[in-house]
């Protein structure tokens, strides 16, 4: 892996809310084509690690370089402007618009043309043919998976070469989980380097390249996907080695 495939690098990170310092010394790396994904248990702070990468927490120290350049105090708006997409946890969309009205409105910061905007969403709804399908009602008459594509689509129409997706499986039936898994992991193909917070552990190595565990703010360990073993994996989490079903690690 060459250094030019490197779109995101966070080092040493510390951020938090105010005075509460709460990633206290988070590293990882995004490679474009690749998925990372961010393990830890809740509130090991990977959301935090997020707002801080995306511009909505303050940096406290370490680094965060983006497309080779240091982000510092680089507001969330600009951030987006240079192909960072973020998907919140819970798949904020606008119930009461139609699918069409919320995918637009993911393309408004690009300020294309609308004929340039409906062109993207026509790649949306061929990555995702139930939103076509479903284009003209609101979002709200959707599944949970459903609306979780639509947050997803309505990312993508920003033309990201970033995504950030904060838990994209939470709530989601396994059967719903996986295809929503399957899509993310299609996404690769394009180019798109994607960062992934998850508490699904299996189904999320299974499509990830790097892995990076969060355990009380920091980085507990970091390395390819294909080399972790559910020993390392249950140590960086809990801090012991000891066996702990694999299922357990997201409670
Ligand atoms: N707005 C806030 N103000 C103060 N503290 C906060 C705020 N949001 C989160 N925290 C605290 O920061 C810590 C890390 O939270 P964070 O949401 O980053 O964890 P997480 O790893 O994403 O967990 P989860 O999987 O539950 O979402 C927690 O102790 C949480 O209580």
Redesign the pocket.
């Known amino acids: 892996m060459t250094e030019e495939n490197i779109l995101l690098e966070v080092e040493h990170l510390q951020t ?3 005075d ?1 310092k ?2 206290r010394d988070v590293s990882l790396t995004v490679r474009s084509g690749q998925i990372t994904v961010l393990l ?12 801080a990468i995306t511009g909505l927490n303050r940096t406290y120290g370490g680094e965060v370089r983006y497309l080779g350049k240091k982000l510092g105090e680089t507001v969330a708006h600009r951030r987006v402007a240079q192909g960072m997409s973020y998907v919140q ?1 819970g798949k904020r969309v606008f119930h009461e618009l139609t699918i069409e009205q919320n995918l637009l409105l993911g393309g408004f910061s690009t300020k294309s043309k609308k004929r340039a905007l409906l062109e993207a969403v026509q790649e949306i709804y061929e990555f995702f043919p139930i939103l076509g399908d479903k284009r003209s009602l609101p979002a709200s008459s959707m599944s949970g998976g459903q609306q979780q594509m639509l947050a997803i689509g309505q990312a993508l129409m920003a033309k990201p070469k970033l995504l950030i997706l ?2 994209p499986s939470q709530g989601l039936a396994p059967a719903i989980m996986k295809e929503v898994m399957e899509r993310v992991h299609s996404l690769k193909a394009t180019g798109l380097g994607i960062l992934l ?1 998850e ?1 699904a552990v299996q189904e999320s190595l299974e499509i990830s390249d790097e892995v990076s565990v ?1 355990d009380m ?1 920091r980085t507990s360990l970091a390395g390819p996907a294909s080399s972790m073993t559910l020993e390392q994996l249950q140590e960086a989490y809990f801090g012991t080695s000891e066996s702990v079903p694999a299922k357990q690690m997201a409670e």
Request: no cysteine; hydrophobic share 30%.
């Open positions: 938090g809310y105010g509460l709460v990633v830890g248990r809740n509130g090991a702070g990977k959301t935090t690690t997020l707002r946890e904060d838990e917070v508490q969060l703010g």
